[in-house]
């Protein structure tokens, strides 16, 4: 029987639980008065000493039949998730409108009419405050059942006021699930594309999100629907290269948050990922004080004590951490100083390796391969190019994949491993065709290497040289200047004509932008 490593739910969810979460489950199981021979609570206890998932080895424990199996591990399944549920760590918000609700609909069932709307009139509150409006929608929808099977009497406009207040609460609802469908198919084509590759797609993006943007006023808008408005400006921005633009809309994402201090902890995931945004426009505009400043910022948050910790938070801190650790030396090329992160990287990913997605890994690699290449380390340059290149399974970025192929080219030839360098261009070449990614940079460098092998020596700076005015007239247009975010072509051809390693020509251009 084939051994699902990792690759089963069950065996997956065991797996996440912290010390306290497994002891909290064995006191919960307790309290059922589940006896110690119990199938699920053996099986729990298999699991979770087991390193992989092997369902052989779990019928050969004798713990559960064959035909039991499917049944015991769903029932398993449902009871941790059910202790989970209990656990205080994982009480928010939700949860306590959630339960409130639940608990009015108890007594709505019993009868006792009163005591439901007492109980719901606190729980919309606490919803409404909270810019949990889905839930407060669906109170003021419970509460309208009861008003009309039971007249309180208590309040003359009561049925105004709530079908008032359904009304405001639906409208917002809409406008927010507008606005995140909007943001989440700009997100969707980011993740599959990266930034737009030429005007036909400039335009179809434009006119998707002018189409698709709700007419909105702004000063009626709860935090809940600001947020969703400023995601969509930002992804169109970053759709089109619009790096300002990009800078602008995340720092009102993350001053958003930092004006309610209270959503922070209620959506850390949101609170994160602006900050991560914020940090890679910076990035882009090669900002680095600001950059420094608002990373520190973001640390001194993220580092705070009531700061949320569970799994998921975890991994992002993680991620955005070490992905702007690394950013901060491409800004200003000091790849060398940037080096000794890499290690350290590594081996902080182990324990990650099964909350952070194939994606990422690869974007930590590309991060690497270009801190090497910088630095003039061709070969483990190649080393962690070769990581995404032979990674057949990988479906998303597809820019990613192309640079890294461009650069792998690039390295191959300053490591002076060119003897393979004709089969490397030739399916590389194929490659870009299939991902129809051949923009002119990269016709220009593929046409500069294959007749490389045609230059004599004394010549090879003049052809630097023509290379460097062709690309130099790409640097600023609107769609060819995207081939630079990925691999500064540019400096690196000057640190050829001039002999200088490449971090050298970056610094010296970032002090001279940084001076003026």
């Keep these: ?279 890679e426009a910076l990035f882009f505009i090669g900002n680095k004080p600001k950059f420094l400043e608002k990373f520190s910022e973001f640390e001194a948050t993220v580092q705070k004590n009531n700061f949320p910790t569970d799994e998921n938070v975890a991994s992002l801190v993680f991620l955005y951490s070490n992905f702007h650790s690394i950013n901060k030396h491409f800004i200003d090329g000091s790849f060398e100083e940037g080096l000794h992160l890499i290690p350290k990287i590594e081996k902080t990913l182990i324990p990650f390796s099964n909350r952070i997605d194939p994606h990422h890994k690869m974007i930590f690699y590309y991060k690497f391969a270009s801190l090497h290449f910088g630095a003039g380390n061709n070969k483990e340059c190649i080393k962690y190019l070769d990581k995404i290149i032979s990674n057949k399974t990988l479906s998303m970025r597809e820019d990613l994949l192309c640079f890294s192929r461009v650069l792998n080219l690039v390295a191959h030839y300053e490591a002076g491993l060119d003897y393979h360098l004709e089969t490397l261009l030739r399916s590389t070449y194929k490659f870009l065709i299939k991902m129809n990614d051949l923009h002119e940079v990269q016709k220009e460098m593929i046409k500069f290497i294959r007749g490389l092998q045609d230059i004599y020596p004394h010549d090879l700076k003049n052809a630097f040289k023509e290379l460097h005015k062709t690309l130099k007239t790409f640097e600023d247009h609107p769609y060819e200047r995207r081939a630079f975010l990925y691999l500064d072509i540019i400096s690196w051809l000057e640190s050829k004509i001039e002999n200088k390693p490449v971090g050298v020509i970056i610094q010296t251009k970032y002090l001279a932008k940084k001076s003026s």
């Design 1 to 279: 029987m084939i051994t699902k490593d990792q690759k089963d739910n069950l065996f997956s969810l065991i797996k996440s639980l912290t010390k306290s979460e497994k002891r909290q489950f064995k006191l919960y199981v307790g309290r059922l008065g589940v006896n110690s021979d119990s199938k699920f609570l053996n099986l729990f206890n298999l699991l979770d000493k087991a390193k992989t998932y092997n369902e052989a080895f779990i019928l050969k424990s004798g713990i559960v039949k064959k035909q039991q199996l499917a049944n015991v591990k769903a029932h398993l399944y449902k009871q941790i998730l059910i202790s989970l549920k209990l656990n205080p760590s994982h009480q928010n918000v939700r949860l306590q409108i959630r339960e409130q609700l639940d608990f009015a609909s108890i007594l709505y069932h019993k009868g006792l009419y009163k005591q439901s709307l007492k109980i719901l009139d606190k729980a919309k509150e606490l919803a409404i405050v909270n810019e949990e409006k889905n839930s407060a929608f669906e109170i003021v929808e419970l509460e309208k059942v009861i008003e009309s099977q039971y007249i309180t009497r208590s309040i003359s406009t009561r049925a105004d006021e709530l079908a008032i207040q359904a009304k405001e609460l639906s409208s917002l609802n809409v406008i927010a699930s507008k606005l995140s469908n909007l943001s989440l198919q700009l997100y969707s084509t980011i993740l599959k594309t990266g930034y737009i590759r030429n005007e036909e797609e400039a335009n179809m993006v434009i006119n998707y999100f002018n189409k698709s943007l709700p007419k909105v006023k702004i000063e009626k808008l709860g935090f809940r629907e600001k947020l969703w408005l400023y995601k969509a400006n930002l992804w169109q921005s970053f759709l089109l290269q619009d790096f300002l633009n990009c800078y602008k809309y995340a720092s009102k994402w993350v001053n958003l948050f930092y004006e309610n201090p209270s959503m922070i902890n209620l959506n850390p995931v949101f609170f994160l990922k602006g900050n991560n945004y914020l940090l």
